[in-house]
C-alpha cells in the first residue's frame, strides 16, 4: 500500500492519483474544476521562481499556486 | 402556454465552454453590452434573428462553474438563476447550457445544480468535431434521456447545429421542457435540516432553499427573521457551508461519472501529450517561455506604434481637410471657431487613437482567443504577486499600454478585491497611447533627432525608457499599496489552462468592436466636453480684454512696413496676447508660482490645466500658446518652443532639463478625466479615484521639482 503524500511533493512527470482533498475552501473550486478523487494527476512543469505549478488533471491543463495545490492528497502509481 | 420564441434565453455554462462564440453566432452585432444593475459585471445582450421573421432575446451570464459563488461575476449568476426558479417566472425564460463535449464531466456539474431547481434547460454541446478525432462515440439520444432536456451539437466555429436550435424555438413551449429527473437527491445531504429550511423559507425546492441559506447575504429578499432562523438550523444540526457544499459536489460527481461513461464512449485511448502539451513544453517552460513572452510583448509592442501610424496621419489629414471646408464656409465666424477649434479638434483627439487601440486589443482578443493569455498569467503570477497584483493583473497592465479605460474594465477578471484595487489604482502608471504626442514633442528637446547613443536612435531609447519607468512606478506604487489595502478575501490563482485553437475572427472582430465602442464613449464623451470648454475659456475673456490685447498688437505692428511676412508675424502675436489675456492666460499666470519651482511659466501652467481633462490635448494647447498657423506641422511647435525664453530672467524655457522634468510630469500625472471617471465606476466610491488622483499628480510634481533642482 503506497503512502500518500501532497500534490506539491510529487516529483515532476510522476504519474499520481488523487486521494483525498483537505477540506478548505480551495478544496471546493478544486472540485469544481474536476480535480475529483480518482483523477490521474501529473505535475508537469514549475513556472520560473518555482509557482505556479503546471498539473495535468484527466488530460487537462490546470495551473495551480503552490499553496492552492497543497490541500491535494495523492497516491503515486 | 408560453411560446419559447417570446421568451428571455440565458446562455448559462463554465468559462471555456464556448459560451461567447455561440453568443456572438446567434446576435452577430446585434448585441448591447452594459452592466447588471449596482454592479460593474458585464450584462450582454442580443437579438437573435429567427426564421420566420421574429426575433428572441438572449442574455449571456457570465462564465462559472458552480451556483457557490467566490467572485462578484458568479454571484450575478446565482441571483439570476435564483430569479429564475422563483415560480412566477419560470415560464418567461429558458436556459441553452453550453457545455464543452470533451470536458463533459466537469461541465455537467452546473447543469445538474440548474436541473435540482427545476429549471426549462436545453443543452447545446460545443466541440463536438473534435470528439470524433479524440475517438469519442456520443450516444446523443441516451443523454438525452438521462438529463431529461434536448441535446444539440453545436459547432461554434462554423455555425452548425444553431439553425438547428433556432427552428426548435418555433416549434416548442417551455412548459414541455420541465421535467423532473433526479440527478442528484439534495435532501439526502442532511434531511432534518433541509426540512427545516424549506419550512422556514416557505419553498418546495430543498436546493432552493439550501442555496438561499448557505449565499444568505446575497438575497435581499430574506427577512430578518429569516436570517436568524438559517443560522440557528446551522448551529442546531452542525452544518457548516463548506462541508455541506463539498459534499454535495462530490454526490453529484458521483452521479454523473457513470452516466457520461455510458454515453460517451472512447474508441481509442485517448493521446497523453496532444497539441496543446507538447506547445506548453516551450511556450510555459520557464527560459524559452519567458523568453517567447517577451518577444511576444515587443512584437506586439512593434506593431501596435508602427502600423498604426498610417492611419493615424491619415485621420489628421481627414480632419485637417474637414476644418478648411468649414472655414471656407464660416470664415472667421465664432461659428466656425467654435466647430474647427472646439468640437473638430476634440473630435480629431478622440478618433486619433482609435487605430492604436484597435491594433492592441486586436493582439489581446486573438492571444485570448487562442489561448495564450491562461499562459502569460501562468507565466506572470509569481512576479505579479510579490507585488501585491495577480497573474491576472497582466492583462491590465498591457492593455493599459493602448488605454487605461478599458485596462481598467479588464480588471473585472480579478476575483481578489483587494489584488484587482490594486491593479486598477495602478494602471494609469502604464504609458497609455495618449502620452505619446507629448512625449514626441518633448523629446526633440532634449536630444535632436539625428543623434545616436551608440547604435541606437537616442530619441527612441529615451521614448523606451519612459515605458519602462512607467511600468516600474506601476509595480513599485503596487507594493507600496500592498502595505495600506487590507486583505479580504483569499487570493486565488487556480486557473483551467484550455487547449489551444485557431481563433473564431469573428468573436476577434466582435471584441476589437466592442473596445473601440467602449473607449469612444467613456472617454470620447469627456474629452469632446472638456475640449469645447477649453476652446471657450480660451476664446473669451473678462471684459474687452481680448480686443484691448489685440488693438494694442495691432498699433505696434503698424509702425513697421505692411509685408506679408509682418502681417502674418502680426496675427501669430495677436493669437498669442489674445490667448494670455483670456481666461485660462489669466489662470496659467495664476498658478505661474506653484510651477515655477520646475521651472514652467505660465504657458506650460496652461498646457498642465488643460491636460487633466486628456494628456494629448498638451499639443494642441502648445499649438494654440504659440499660434503657429494652421497650415503648419509639429517641427514648427517644437520650433517655436525651442526659441522661447522666460519672460523675467530671458533664459530658454524649454532647457533640456525642463522637457525632461515635464516629460516626467507627463509620465506619473494622472492627467485623464475618463481615466478618473472609470476609477470612479469600477470602485464605486469617490474615495479611491481623488486618493488616486492627488498621490499621482503628487509624484509627477516632486519628480520635476528633484530634477529641476538637481540638474536645474
Request: overall charge neutral; proline content about 4%; charged content about 20%.
Amino acid at each position: 500500500m503506497q503512502s500518500t503524500k501532497r500534490a506539491t511533493d510529487l516529483a515532476i512527470e510522476k504519474p499520481s492519483r488523487v486521494a483525498f482533498l483537505d477540506e478548505v475552501p480551495i478544496a471546493l473550486k478544486l472540485l469544481e474544476l474536476g480535480i475529483t478523487p480518482s483523477s490521474r494527476l501529473v505535475l508537469v512543469r514549475k513556472a520560473p521562481l518555482g509557482c505556479p505549478l503546471y498539473f495535468y488533471v484527466n488530460e487537462q491543463s490546470f495551473a495551480l499556486r503552490q499553496a492552492e495545490a497543497a490541500c491535494i492528497w495523492v497516491t503515486e502509481l | 402556454m408560453t411560446q419559447i420564441k417570446s421568451v428571455q434565453i440565458f446562455l448559462v455554462g463554465n468559462p471555456n465552454a464556448g459560451k461567447t462564440s455561440v453568443f456572438n453566432r446567434l446576435t452577430g452585432l446585434n448585441q448591447k453590452i452594459g452592466n447588471f444593475p449596482g454592479v460593474t459585471v458585464e450584462k450582454k445582450e442580443g437579438r437573435v434573428a429567427l426564421t420566420d421573421g421574429s426575433f428572441c432575446t438572449l442574455t449571456d451570464l457570465p462564465g462559472t462553474y458552480s451556483l457557490h459563488p467566490k467572485s462578484p461575476d458568479e454571484r450575478i449568476v446565482l441571483q439570476t438563476i435564483c430569479k429564475l426558479a422563483d415560480k412566477q417566472q419560470q415560464n418567461q425564460s429558458l436556459i441553452f447550457y453550453i457545455a464543452d463535449l470533451l470536458n463533459l464531466e466537469r461541465h455537467l456539474l452546473l447543469l445538474s445544480q440548474l436541473k435540482s431547481l427545476d429549471l426549462p434547460i436545453v443543452l447545446g454541446l460545443t466541440m463536438a468535431d473534435l470528439a470524433d478525432d479524440k475517438g469519442y462515440i456520443l450516444d446523443k439520444d441516451k443523454l438525452s434521456e438521462a438529463l431529461a432536456m434536448p441535446v444539440f451539437l453545436l459547432n461554434a466555429r462554423n455555425g452548425d447545429g444553431l439553425d438547428a436550435f433556432k427552428a426548435w424555438i418555433l416549434n416548442t413551449r417551455t412548459d414541455s421542457l420541465i421535467k423532473k429527473t433526479t440527478l442528484f437527491e439534495t435532501e439526502k445531504l442532511a434531511p432534518d435540516f433541509i426540512l427545516e429550511l424549506k419550512t422556514l423559507l416557505g419553498t418546495d425546492s430543498a436546493y432552493f432553499a439550501l442555496l438561499k441559506a448557505q449565499h444568505q447575504d446575497y438575497f435581499l429578499d430574506l427577512s430578518v427573521e429569516q436570517q436568524k432562523g438559517i443560522n440557528d438550523l446551522f448551529q442546531k444540526y452542525g452544518q457548516t457551508n463548506l462541508t455541506l457544499q463539498i459534499q454535495e459536489t462530490l454526490g453529484r460527481f458521483a452521479r454523473l461519472a457513470p452516466l457520461v461513461r455510458s454515453c460517451l464512449l472512447p474508441t481509442k485511448n485517448a493521446a497523453q501529450v496532444g497539441f496543446s502539451g507538447r506547445a506548453d513544453q516551450i511556450l510555459t517552460h520557464k527560459l524559452w517561455g519567458t523568453l517567447c513572452f517577451f518577444i511576444l510583448l515587443l512584437l506586439i509592442f512593434q506593431a501596435t506604434f508602427d502600423w498604426a501610424t498610417y492611419p493615424m496621419d491619415a485621420i489628421e489629414t481627414a480632419f485637417g481637410w474637414f476644418g478648411e471646408q468649414v472655414r471656407g464656409l464660416g470664415g472667421e465666424s465664432i461659428w466656425a471657431n467654435f466647430m474647427v477649434d472646439g468640437v473638430l479638434a476634440g473630435l480629431a483627439g478622440i478618433v486619433v487613437f482609435i487605430p492604436q487601440i484597435s491594433i492592441l486589443f486586436c493582439f489581446i482578443a486573438i492571444l485570448e482567443e487562442v489561448g495564450y493569455m491562461a499562459r502569460a498569467v501562468y507565466l506572470s503570477d509569481n512576479l505579479m504577486r510579490r507585488f501585491g497584483l495577480n497573474g491576472r493583473s497582466i492583462v491590465s497592465i498591457f492593455s493599459g499600454m493602448a488605454c487605461a479605460v478599458p485596462a481598467i474594465m479588464a480588471t473585472r477578471t480579478i476575483s481578489n478585491w483587494r489584488e484587482r484595487l490594486i491593479t486598477l489604482l495602478v494602471t494609469p502608471f502604464v504609458s497609455c497611447s495618449a502620452r505619446i504626442p507629448v512625449y514626441t514633442v518633448l523629446v526633440a528637446m532634449v536630444v535632436p533627432a539625428q543623434s545616436k547613443w551608440g547604435f541606437f536612435n537616442a530619441q527612441g531609447l529615451i521614448l523606451l525608457g519612459l515605458y519602462m519607468l512607467g511600468i516600474m512606478t506601476a509595480l513599485l506604487a503596487a507594493y507600496i499599496l500592498r502595505f495600506f489595502v487590507p486583505v479580504m478575501d483569499m487570493s486565488l490563482l487556480t486557473m483551467e489552462l484550455p487547449a489551444y485553437k485557431p481563433p473564431v475572427w469573428a468573436n476577434v472582430g466582435i471584441m476589437v468592436w466592442n473596445k473601440v465602442k467602449d473607449f469612444l464613449w467613456e472617454a470620447g464623451r469627456i474629452i469632446l466636453c472638456i475640449a469645447v470648454i477649453l476652446w471657450f475659456l480660451a476664446s473669451f475673456g473678462p471684459a474687452d480684454s481680448l480686443e484691448a490685447a489685440e488693438k494694442k498688437i495691432r498699433a505696434e505692428f503698424n509702425l513697421k512696413p505692411q509685408t506679408e511676412e509682418h502681417l502674418s508675424d502680426m496675427n501669430n502675436a495677436i493669437a498669442s496676447e489674445r490667448l494670455s489675456a483670456s481666461y485660462i492666460g489669466r489662470v496659467g499666470h495664476f498658478i505661474e508660482p506653484a510651477i515655477r519651482p520646475l521651472g514652467f511659466d505660465w504657458k506650460i501652467g496652461i498646457a498642465l490645466l488643460s491636460s487633466f481633462a486628456a494628456r494629448e490635448v498638451f499639443v494642441g494647447t502648445m499649438a494654440t500658446i504659440y499660434a503657429v498657423g494652421s497650415n503648419d506641422d509639429g517641427s514648427n511647435i517644437q520650433t517655436k518652443m525651442q526659441k522661447d525664453v522666460h519672460s523675467d530672467t530671458g533664459e530658454a524655457v524649454y532647457t533640456p532639463v525642463t522637457s525632461f522634468g515635464l516629460m516626467l510630469f507627463y509620465a506619473f500625472a494622472m492627467q485623464c478625466m475618463s481615466t478618473f471617471a472609470v476609477v470612479r465606476r469600477e470602485t464605486n466610491s469617490w474615495r479611491y479615484p481623488i486618493m488616486q488622483f492627488v498621490c499621482m499628480t503628487a509624484l509627477a510634481y516632486l519628480s520635476s521639482l528633484l530634477v529641476y533642482t538637481i540638474w536645474g
